[in-house]
């Protein structure tokens, strides 16, 4: 069952931006925390933003003043603009939800659920 679809991922400047989306199912996204993460190649995935059902917000260090993680809850959507981009920041970013609880949390594995991912590309 497919429960998100992210989108917006591609190949940018450093120093440009990019806005990814995703678009999730109802009862994927309503009262749900929800989390964006990522993979470089040979690296693991990590954290990279999370925003609770009341819209409160927390970042990885790196990418704190830079991205912003927001959400429409009435188009059941989750966005993260990314600003500033560097070269470091190319990765697949995926999309993630919480099960059961509409807290935000820093750790992946609190997350049931994960989209299939978007590449985006930082060349110097």
């Known amino acids: 069952q497919v429960r998100m679809v992210e989108s917006g991922g591609g190949l940018v400047q450093a120093g440009g931006s990019l806005r990814l989306s995703c678009v999730a199912t109802?009862?994927?996204?309503?009262?749900?925390?929800m989390a964006w993460s990522r993979q470089a190649p040979g690296k693991e995935r990590e954290f990279v933003a999370a925003?609770?059902?009341?819209?409160?917000?927390y970042y990885l260090d790196d990418v704190r003043g830079r991205f912003t993680i927001s959400r429409d809850n009435a188009k059941n959507t989750v966005y993260l603009q990314m600003d500033n981009l560097k070269t470091d920041d190319t990765a697949v970013y995926y999309c993630?939800?919480?099960?059961?609880?509409?807290?935000?949390?820093?750790?992946?594995?609190?997350?049931?659920?994960w989209g299939q991912g978007t590449q985006v590309t930082v060349s110097s």
């Open positions: 993630g939800g919480r099960r059961d609880s509409a807290d935000a949390s820093y750790y992946l594995f609190n997350y049931a659920y």
């Open positions: 109802p009862e994927t996204f309503t009262r749900k925390g």
């Open positions: 925003i609770d059902w009341s819209h409160n917000t």
